[in-house]
C-alpha cells in the first residue's frame, strides 16, 4: 500500500470536503469575511483531517506490510496467524478476526485428520503383527510336509509385502520411529542377503559383494528396509540360472554411494524418470504382473525423510544400477 492508493479511496470524502470548501469561500467572500479569518477556518477544518489520514495510513501501512513480509518468509504460509497482532484499527481487526476463525477452523480439521491416520497407521501395524503368526504357522506346516523350495519362495515374498504395507503406513512421520548412527554398511546388506538366500539359491542367481568397508550415518533398520526393496527387485526382474547381483560402495566427495547392480532386464529409456511415481509399472509392468510399482516409490520416499540421496541408471536388455546416496557427516542427515 502506498500514498497514492491510500488517498485514492477517501477521494470521495474529500471532493465533498473541497466542494463544501469552497461553498463556504464563496459565502464568507459575500459576507467580506478577513481572509485571516478564512485561513484560520480552514486550517481547524482541513488541518485535524490531514493529520487524522498521515497517521491512520502510516499504522496501516506498517500493519500490512508487516502482514506480506511474513507470508515471503514463510515456509509454511498457513502458519502467518502466529505471527500477527490483532490491530487497533477497525478494517484491521476485521481482517484478523477472520484469518484467526479460518486458521482455527483449519487447525481442528488437520487434528481430525491426524487422529485418523494415527489409527489407520495403529490398525495397520496390529494387522502386520497379527498376519505374521498365521504365515509363520504356514511355513512349519510346509517344512514339515517337504514342499518344494519355490513354495517357501513365494512365502518370502508376502511377507515382504506385508512388510512393505508397515513401512509404507509409517512412512509418514518417520522422524518418530528413527535412530541416526554409525555402522558398517556391510551389517546391513548381509542382514539383506540372507533375507533373500532363498529366492539367490531357487533363482541360481550369483551375489557379488565388493568394496563394504565403509561406516555410514543413518537407521540401520530403514536403510535395511530400503536396501531389502532394491535387491527384491534386481531379483524380481534377473533372468534365473545367468543372473549376477552385485553390491559395491564408492566414496565420492562428501558422501558414500551404494551401488546394487543387476544384469536383468533392465528398465526402458522412457520409463526411467517415472520409476519413483506412486504406482507407476511401465512396460515391465504389463509384462510381469507381480509389479505393484510401490517399491521404488516407497525407498525414494524414506530416502528422502532419511536425507538420503537415491538414483537409478539402466539399459534396457543390459541392466539397472540403483545408487544410495550416504551423507559422510552426521550433521547432514539431520532435518532442520
Not at 500477527?84 to 486458521?103: C, H, K, M, N, W
Not at 546391513?188 to 568394496?211: G, P
Not at 539402466?314 to 542427515?333: A, D, E
Amino acid at each position: 500500500m502506498n500514498f497514492y492508493t491510500f488517498f485514492r479511496e477517501k477521494f470521495t470524502y474529500l471532493f465533498f470536503n473541497l466542494v463544501l470548501a469552497l461553498l463556504f469561500a464563496v459565502i464568507f467572500w459575500k459576507m467580506t469575511v478577513h481572509i485571516g479569518i478564512m485561513i484560520l477556518f480552514y486550517l481547524f477544518w482541513f488541518g485535524p483531517l490531514l493529520l487524522y489520514y498521515i497517521l491512520s495510513y502510516i499504522k496501516k501501512k506498517n500493519y500490512y506490510q508487516n502482514i506480506v513480509r511474513f507470508q515471503a518468509q514463510l515456509d509454511q504460509k498457513y502458519l502467518l496467524p502466529e505471527l500477527l497482532v490483532r490491530p487497533s484499527f477497525l478494517e484491521g481487526q476485521i481482517i484478523y478476526d477472520t484469518i484467526a476463525d479460518t486458521y482455527k477452523q483449519m487447525h481442528e480439521h488437520v487434528n481430525v485428520y491426524k487422529r485418523e491416520q494415527i489409527a489407520y497407521r495403529e490398525y495397520i501395524e496390529a494387522w502386520v503383527h497379527e498376519i505374521k503368526t498365521p504365515l509363520a504357522a504356514t511355513r512349519i506346516t510346509l517344512q514339515n510336509q517337504g514342499m518344494d523350495a519355490g513354495v517357501f519362495d513365494e512365502l518370502d515374498k508376502i511377507e515382504q509385502y506385508i512388510e512393505q504395507v508397515l513401512y509404507f503406513a509409517r512412512s509418514s512421520d518417520v522422524s518418530q520411529d528413527y535412530i541416526i548412527r554409525a555402522f558398517p554398511i556391510q551389517e546391513v546388506v548381509n542382514k539383506v542377503a540372507k533375507r533373500n538366500a532363498r529366492s539367490f539359491i531357487y533363482q541360481k542367481i550369483r551375489l557379488e559383494m565388493n568394496e563394504l568397508h565403509e561406516i555410514v550415518y543413518s537407521d540401520v533398520k530403514w536403510v535395511e528396509f530400503i536396501l531389502n526393496q532394491i535387491v527384491g527387485n534386481a531379483l524380481k526382474y534377473s533372468k534365473s540360472n545367468q543372473g549376477v547381483i552385485k553390491i559395491y560402495t564408492i566414496k565420492r566427495d562428501n558422501q558414500i554411494q551404494l551401488h546394487i547392480e543387476d544384469n536383468g532386464i533392465g528398465i526402458p529409456e522412457k520409463d526411467l524418470f517415472r520409476v519413483f511415481n506412486k504406482g507407476f509399472t511401465g512396460e515391465n509392468g504389463r509384462k510381469y504382473s507381480q509389479s505393484t510399482g510401490m517399491g521404488l516409490y516407497l525407498c525414494n520416499r524414506l530416502a528422502e525423510k532419511l536425507n538420503l540421496g537415491i538414483s537409478i541408471n539402466s539399459k534396457k536388455n543390459v541392466g539397472t544400477n540403483v545408487q544410495l546416496i550416504f551423507p559422510q557427516s552426521k550433521v547432514l542427515l539431520i532435518e532442520s
